[in-house]
């Protein structure tokens, strides 16, 4: 670096930049991270167990709808 530059970026005694901190593209305030995706627990054989009973319950009430068709 040189003198100019080292003499910019110094910290004053409360911890703050110079006065050319405001010009200074490098000093911009960093974006926050995107958010990470969701993780779902695997449900395994109560899972599937839902998912037959859905099925069958779908499958009764379309037979009570069609029979009165």
Partial sequence: MSAS???DKMHTDD???GENNA???SQEEAK????AMPTFPEG????WGVVI???CTSFASFGI???FG
């Fill in 15 to 17: 911890g703050s930049q």
């Fill in 53 to 55: 009973g859905c099925w």
């Fill in 23 to 25: 010009n200074d593209p």
């Fill in 65 to 67: 709808v069609n029979s």
């Fill in 32 to 35: 926050p991270a995107p958010p």
């Fill in 44 to 47: 395994g054989s109560k899972a």
């Fill in 5 to 7: 530059i080292a003499s």
